[in-house]
């Protein structure tokens, strides 16, 4: 929900780790190129031509990625490549056509390459398994060219033609994933994953890397339709295969178990399986400082990432030592990179700089957070003079910047910040709105919540209602993913719509995110907490409106659900059991019900409460009860 938003807002890279290439090839072909400290920053890649080496990073420089993802695109880029470049040079079919297009394929000549290819699907080939394959180089010279659309035809008429052949089945249902369609993905995934694994019987060294790669696939898909148990079963699975594979080949394997491991932690942490997520992560850095030692250039960035979630993961859990510990040695890492190649490391400085600044900010060290802000505010200035790829960058760091304000109470400063984060999300959003309306809302609810504290009621409705129109609109396209952020905003506006005793205007909001909640609780038992939290609320209204029975009910609901919270984290729900009992209690006396009914829940909320406030509540309320015992 956008109430957690601040998170992958400045930490991105975490929420959305790069997966393994297609794992028939081997991983770190890829690193920068260490000479380079003049431009844009380029990589290397063993087994690429030059000339089509210059192509890849062409294409790259004109993405906006941290030097991490950068490598691991590259070597995702080399995999398709080499996979292009063994299917060019084995081809059966009109060998001089095809070593032509090999040859343009060496020289970055994408564009021809696939025009040559092009003839050779419009030569009415006859042959099935010819023109699958056909389409299949076709769909990869397009992928190369970052053409995604126009690949998926080809795959999809590859799948077609042979749908036995798992890799035409793998490609093909992760460009329905890409595309957001779930329910053919899930089929063609499904159907691929079950002929990898008959394969896999005879012949494991092939196929076991794929059937890791499809269950990669069906994780993805299943985390992000919030099918948890399925998601979690997938990514188990992978990391076991990639486990067994490493024994074999470690050389080949390793990054693919990090990966997979960064993968199944991330997934841990974000449904509540903190201890799990701690185990996955703290092997992964373990694997990351072997690869790190054995090639410095290839994974010391590698490692920085693995560092900054395995400390983002201890900001949540503690203590906040080994926290602290992680993410400075992400910073220092990164810091002794830049001294080497300031350009190719200096991004990753401020990156590593924003995650240290969230954690200090966390952990109430808002004047020690501030510098380290602001210095990755100045080197994302800087670096968006030379390539204006960096602005994002620039506006994520404001949006953090604004929270350390926020926590400081200097709103002045919060508000500008963040409307220059808005400002330039907005610029963004003109030329890739996919990838920045997200932002744009996360810092519009951000502001309305700054404003709704600073008693701007006007300026807080509007900032949250156009913030709830970008997730309306997302969550059409994908209502799995943005439809929780659909319910926070209602819960925003309706807090204001109750505040200034527009009473059916809070409950239209309330009883619209409800069932969403409802629904987004089946599958995270986490989000129960929101559910009570919105039947509070709903509640309330109810009880304003002496709408009774409602109110009776859905404060009743409140207190089941926040009890079973309060057995399994007293702490957590002591407080939120503690209000829903008192408003219950006084549910019940609107309804005539008496004190014997509402009193006992008035002394169980003044054993619950933590808050000093809310027990002092309680207990004033524990007096009015004991003036009507029967003499």
């Known amino acids: 929900m956008l109430g957690v938003l601040a998170i992958p807002l400045i930490a991105v890279g975490l929420a959305q780790q790069s997966q393994p290439a297609l794992v028939q090839t081997s991983s770190g072909w890829c690193s920068p190129n260490i000479a380079n400290v003049i431009g844009n920053v380029t990589v290397n890649c063993i ?332 080197i994302y200035r800087q670096l968006a003079k030379a390539d204006p790829v960096y602005q994002h960058h620039v506006a994520t760091t404001l949006f953090g910047l604004a929270l350390v304000y926020t926590t400081m109470q200097r709103m002045k400063e919060a508000e500008a910040a963040d409307q220059e984060a808005l400002e330039i999300f907005r610029q963004l959003v003109k030329t890739n709105p996919a990838g920045e309306q997200m932002n744009v809302a996360s810092v519009l609810s951000k502001l309305g919540d700054l404003y709704h504290a600073t008693q701007r009621s006007k300026e807080a409705e509007a900032a949250y209602r156009e913030a709830l129109d970008i997730q309306r609109e997302l969550a059409k396209a994908s209502p799995a993913v943005y439809q929780g952020n659909v319910a926070d905003l209602l819960m925003k506006l309706a807090a204001i719509y109750g505040a200034t005793q527009r009473l059916k205007e809070a409950e239209a909001a309330y009883q619209e995110a409800l069932p969403i909640d409802r629904q987004l609780s089946k599958a995270n038992p986490a989000a129960q907490a929101q559910v009570a939290n919105t039947l509070y609320g709903l509640a309330y209204v109810h009880f304003q409106m002496a709408k009774t029975p409602d109110a009776v009910r859905e404060s009743a609901e409140c207190v089941n659900i926040n009890r079973e919270r309060w057995t399994a984290n007293p702490e957590a729900a002591g407080d939120d059991l503690a209000k829903g009992l008192l408003l219950y209690a006084a549910a019940l006396n609107q309804a005539k019900r008496g004190p014997s009914e509402g009193c006992p829940l008035v002394l169980e909320a003044k054993s619950k409460a933590r808050d000093p406030q809310l027990r002092m509540k309680a207990e004033n309320v524990v007096r009015i009860c004991e003036t009507m015992k029967p003499n």
């Open 47 to 378: 087994g690429v031509d030059p000339r089509a080496l210059k192509r890849l990073n062409a294409e790259l420089s004109r993405k906006n990625l941290q030097l991490a993802d950068k490598i691991r695109e590259a070597d995702e880029w080399t995999a398709k490549y080499k996979e292009l470049e063994t299917q060019l040079s084995t081809a059966g079919d009109d060998s001089a056509l095809s070593r032509q297009a090999e040859e343009y394929l060496h020289q970055g000549e994408l564009e021809k390459a696939g025009a040559i290819l092009d003839q050779l699907l419009g030569g009415e080939e006859k042959e099935i398994d010819r023109t699958a394959a056909n389409h299949y180089k076709r769909g990869l010279v397009f992928e190369l060219q970052f053409r995604r659309a126009e690949a998926f035809p080809h795959f999809e008429k590859a799948y077609q033609y042979r749908p036995e052949q798992v890799k035409y089945g793998e490609k093909y249902g992760k460009a329905l994933l890409i595309r957001y369609d779930y329910v053919r993905a899930e089929q063609v995934l499904l159907a691929t994953l079950a002929n990898a694994r008959e394969r896999s019987k005879t012949n494991p060294a092939e196929y076991q890397p794929y059937t890791a790669q499809v269950l990669d696939d069906l994780g993805k898909l299943y985390e992000t339709t919030n099918r948890f148990k399925e998601a979690e079963a997938a990514k188990q699975e992978v990391v076991s295969i990639y486990r067994q594979l490493a024994k074999a080949n470690p050389a080949v394997y390793q990054p693919y178990l990090l990966m997979a491991l960064e993968s199944l932690g991330f997934f841990h942490a974000g449904t509540g399986r903190l201890k799990e997520a701690e185990s996955a992560d703290r092997e992964a850095v373990e694997i990351g400082r072997q690869l790190a030692k054995s090639n410095p250039g290839a994974y010391q960035p590698l490692l920085t990432g693995v560092l900054r979630n395995l400390g983002f993961l201890y900001v949540r859990i503690g203590p906040p030592r080994e926290a602290e510990a992680a993410l400075r040695e992400s910073l220092d890492i990164s810091r002794q990179l830049a001294k080497v190649n300031p350009l190719a490391y200096q991004p990753d400085v401020a990156y590593s700089l924003i995650t240290l600044a969230f954690f200090l900010n966390t952990a109430q060290r808002p004047k020690d957070a501030e510098p380290d802000y602001q210095e990755a505010l100045d």
